[in-house]
């Protein structure tokens, strides 16, 4: 596809040294280790809230926590995943390869990338801080919905502030992304030849635009609703608390796309590089995510369509959710297409990548089920829902996230990690992961309800099950953390330039470790 | 090798950083658009609560459907059940179509000190909503209570004949609200 020389030149210099370096950092490769290793941390912050709540729910009857430290647990951790741990990685991964795979020296707006970084530590202050103030943290679920959530202490005014900030950095980052790829192409590469990668994440950040604007917008009427005495949301004033979900989805659905379009890039980087075939239906592939991203607009009443909504309405919501399977079933089929008669190898990030496909289809099919309206009535704020969102979000968003970091561990590192430890890592994620989820489907379909700390004795056995798995999903994610560090110390030996047989791509023509300076000169592509 | 690709934020930048910053500015200015965009729609399709907030402007000359018989069920909802009791003083109707009824709902005042109270009405099944007609209300205004005081409170309300066959039974909810809290919650 391209050629390109070492185009590092030792008169410029490397990185700064000891804090500064990572303080005051403008180097896409810098910051993209920041938004990686604070993802990382926030991923066990928010995994070690998890594990509050299985333990609590491992069986009937209150055992562990107080209820009202559950619901704060419930509430923050979805919170802290969503936006401390998924979004950052995504950033991160955004920052290191985007440059790299389009052939250029850095993100376009590098110091505004510094700001869009470091906020992020501050809003997450700002969040965390609420466990220390009369009250407690937010307890009303990560939907903050009214008037449930004005009934929040004096954590609210941090919470809003929180997601403002969160909401600053997203944007920042998602304009420095969109501006860098617009601008910053390598001659050559035209917008149909970029990565996957590269258009999932182009298409995601406008998403950002869209959306997170949005979500300040509501949380700010939140904030005016509970001490300025406006009424949008309080019906007691003439206003109505059902417009907050109507704002509120039509945030959060693009959200959950924003949390899934980067993966579909991922996922179309890897399954070519171990299938050691070219990607099936490349122009294929990009429409399908312009036509999800649109799509994703016209849908967000599938979340409330137990509120009492018009019949009209229920169809026009019901009919659009199921059209997303569309453009979604292209993309599975293409990356099964592309596997066809490939010669396959199943390293880690490609075992990855498979176990990705097949959960996140069953994700994907859950989805389908909820989009029913009728059926929805029934599986609405039950465990069925939970064991849905986290099929698309952990063994499909996370999964994704993991399968990049051993794919371009080596890129970054310059040594090969572990893949003993790797598979290993693999197999006890995805059985725990399945262990934990799978035995939710069936408490939902029984009747057990979402964000309560306790239940029916009928429920205890799956509930036991899960909570089982759930603890081997936690402990597992210490040998990533193991994985890393062992890579970053010289792993299992060097890496070489391409790292895998079949890679493609710029970023695999820089040396390995990628140099702090690549393609200062732009690289011809042909 | 090209030059153009030389890594400095070129002057091409500028104009899509601007326009990308205006987008964004724009998407938080629609989150609040939606308030009245919500208002205009819920208007249009009748499913709105505040246009069942006013009194039907047109006297009450329609036939009266005597072949048809339609349940109607009364709500009370307070969610500050600290200071309010409010109950409906029955729960159930049945009336025909176009015919005028009074039923009364009482409420009062746990608290010592004089509130202004607020009823806010919904109907369910939302499409019922246009074809439950109140001529008098309590809903209209707001009710001054003095400490600890009862009332009993009237509606005057009929049911549309044209109200669709298939809805058998309506529900008129009231919530009722404490209106000088409301500030100082
Ligand atoms: C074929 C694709 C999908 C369909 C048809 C679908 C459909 C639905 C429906 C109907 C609900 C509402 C269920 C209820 O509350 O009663 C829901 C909830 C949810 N979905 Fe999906 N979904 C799909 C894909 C995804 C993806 C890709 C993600 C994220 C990566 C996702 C994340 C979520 C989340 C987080 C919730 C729960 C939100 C909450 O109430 O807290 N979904 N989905
Ligand atoms: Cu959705």
Not at chain 2, 7 to 23: D, I, M, S, Y
Request: charged share 15%; net charge negative.
């Amino acid at each position: 596809m391209s050629t390109a020389t070492d185009t590092h030149h030792d008169e410029h210099h490397g990185p700064a040294k000891g804090m500064r370096r990572w303080l005051f950092t403008t180097n896409h490769k810098d910051i993209g280790t920041l938004y990686l290793w604070f993802s990382l941390i926030m991923f066990f912050v928010g995994g070690a809230m998890a594990m509050v709540i299985r333990a609590e729910l491992i069986q009937p009857g209150m055992n562990l926590v107080d209820p009202m430290f559950y619901n704060q647990m419930v509430t923050m951790h979805a919170l802290i995943m969503i936006f401390g741990a998924v979004m950052p990685a995504f950033v991160g991964l955004a920052n290191w390869m985007i440059p790299m795979m389009v052939g250029a020296p850095d993100m376009a707006l590098p110091r505004m990338n510094n700001w869009s970084f470091w906020i992020l530590p501050i809003g997450f202050t700002l969040l965390l801080m609420t466990f220390f103030v009369p009250g407690g943290a937010p307890a009303a679920g990560w939907t903050i919905y009214p008037p449930l959530s004005l009934q929040t202490g004096d954590a609210f005014p941090l919470l809003v502030f929180g997601i403002h900030v969160l909401g600053i950095s997203s944007i920042m980052g998602a304009i420095n992304i969109i501006v860098t790829i617009m601008n910053m192409r390598a001659p050559g590469m035209g917008l149909l030849k970029m990565p996957i990668f590269v258009w999932g994440w182009l298409i995601t950040a406008y998403l950002l635009i869209a959306v997170m604007p949005v979500l300040a917008g509501a949380v700010t009427m939140l904030l005016t609703d509970k001490y300025f005495g406006t009424a949008f949301f309080d019906a007691a004033g003439g206003g109505d608390p059902v417009l907050f979900q109507h704002i509120f989805w039509f945030f959060g659905h693009p959200e959950v796309y924003i949390m899934i379009l980067p993966a579909f890039g991922i996922i179309s980087e890897i399954i070519p590089t171990f299938a050691r075939k070219k990607l099936f239906g490349y122009s294929a592939m990009v429409y399908a995510i312009a036509a999800i991203a649109f799509l994703s607009f016209i849908v967000w009443a599938h979340h409330m369509f137990t509120v009492g909504m018009p019949v009209a309405g229920l169809l026009f919501f019901m009919f659009t959710t199921m059209l997303i399977a569309v453009p979604t079933g292209v993309k599975i089929f293409n990356w099964v297409a592309t596997m066809w008669r490939g010669a396959m190898t199943f390293e880690t990030p490609m075992l990855y990548a498979l176990a990705f496909l097949f959960l996140f289809t069953i994700g994907g099919f859950s989805g389908l089920m909820l989009a029913i309206v009728p059926a929805d009535f029934q599986y609405h704020d039950s465990y069925f829902v939970v064991a849905h969102f986290h099929y698309v979000l952990v063994p499909g968003a996370v999964f994704a996230i993991m399968a990049a970091v051993y794919y371009w561990l080596p890129k970054w590192t310059g040594y090969m990690y572990s893949e003993f430890w790797g598979k290993t890592h693999f197999w006890l994620s995805t059985i725990s992961i399945n262990v934990t989820f799978f035995p939710q489907h069936f408490l939902g379909l029984a009747g057990m309800p979402r964000r309560i700390p306790d239940y029916a004795v009928q429920f205890t056995d799956f509930n036991f099950i899960s909570s089982i798995g759930a603890f081997v999903f936690g402990l597992s994610q210490l040998i990533f953390v193991y994985v890393i560090i062992h890579c970053i110390r010289g792993g299992v030996g060097r890496a070489t330039d391409r790292v895998w047989e079949g890679s493609h791509g710029l970023e695999w023509t820089v040396p390995s470790p990628a140099p702090y300076h690549t393609f200062e000169t732009a690289p011809e592509v042909k | 090798m090209s030059s153009e690709q030389d890594g400095k934020p070129g002057k091409g930048n500028r104009g899509l950083v601007a326009r990308l910053t205006l987008a964004s500015v724009a998407m938080f200015g629609f989150g609040f658009a939606l308030v009245p965009l919500y208002d205009v729609f819920c208007e249009v399709t009748g499913i709105s609560s505040s246009s069942t907030t006013r009194a039907a402007a047109e006297p009450v000359a329609l036939e009266v459907d005597y072949d048809r018989k339609v349940t109607v069920e009364f709500v009370a909802t307070t969610n500050q059940r600290d200071i309010w009791r409010f109950t409906p003083e029955e729960t159930r109707m049945r009336v025909h179509p176009g015919k005028l009824y009074t039923t009364h709902y009482l409420a009062t005042n746990l608290d010592e000190r004089d509130r202004m109270g607020h009823a806010v009405p919904d109907v369910s099944p939302a499409g019922a909503t246009r074809y439950v007609q109140k001529v008098e209300c309590f809903c209209f205004e707001e009710q001054l209570f003095a400490g600890e005081e009862s009332q009993r409170m009237p509606v005057l309300f009929y049911v549309d004949p044209e109200l669709p066959r298939n809805i058998g039974t309506v529900t008129l909810n009231y919530s009722f609200f404490a209106q000088d809290v409301v500030g100082e919650k």
